[in-house]
């Protein structure tokens, strides 16, 4: 039997007399399914077995309409309409829940490079920005030691003086190893005139030019952005506070040493003895830079 049978309520119980139509034909129908078995039923007693279920199906529907009064409606067999369209409705909506999710992990994934990107940029510029400012520094460096006042000539008075009181070499000897240095200088061997300025001084710590080749020195180091090395260097050249050409810039190149090392304080300190000792006989050049230092450092006065 290929129907599904069910059973539906009414109201209003019907009467024994009008059930009894039904029941009548529900019996026919049991008789002929039964009469109408094809001879080769009888050797398939699965068929056999199928058929008799369907037979007490068809009994057990005709007693219960008759106990409860009520007809008995017999509906193709197959899915009910409200549950079909319950079934399609969720269907949609699963359909419908994966998209927005597949639009959601895309959003996710454009904002991620999005964000990565960004970081990335940010980067570069911040690598370029520091890269740009120290090339700017060492430039300034190379500026000013270019354009730095030439040594003043010996003075023979000084020069005779230290030969006295050293006994040293004699003064040739002594102004070839610093000729050497500032062409090592000059010529942008930073490393090579370091060294060879650290070994004049050290051999000729009374020499007339030794307070000069400090200076250099810290130009030497300066330019590399050794800092602190710088620091010591200009402090040295400016032993006794000299009335030199080049100590007026020494003392700005040592308070911007100082800054360069977060010591604000003593370079402004430095700045102010450069007012007190050097700012009268300085250059216009000398005094703006001096100025802009000042004003950088935010010192008062």
Known sequence: MERQIMLRLNSSPPTMGRLRPFMSVALAACLVMSVSAPAGA???????????????ELRAIVYQARDTGHPVEVRPEGPDPAVAALTQRVDDLEVTLRKLQGELEQSNHGAELARSALDAERT???????????RVTRLESEVVTLTSPPPPPADPHARHAEK???????ASDNSGE???ARTLLVSGDYGGAAQAFQAFVT?????????E?????????????????????????LKGWPKSSWAPDA???LSRSLAATQRTTDACAAMGEFARRYEKTATPTLKS??????DKLGCGG
């Open 164 to 170: 006295s009181a050293a006994a040293a070499e004699p």
């Open 251 to 253: 003392v700005i190149k």
């Open 213 to 237: 080749a400090y200076y250099w020195l810290g130009e030497s180091y300066s330019v590399r952005d050794l800092h602190g090395d710088a620091t010591s260097a200009y402090a040295r050249a």
């Open 178 to 180: 610093f000729k050497t």
């Open 124 to 134: 570069d510029r911040t690598t370029q920005a520091q890269g740009l400012t120290d």
């Open 289 to 294: 830079r001096a100025a802009q230092t000042r």
């Open 42 to 56: 009888v050797d398939d007693p699965g068929r056999v077995d199928r058929l008799e279920k369907q037979v007490k």
């Open 203 to 211: 051999a000729h710590p009374n020499d007339a030019k030794t307070a």
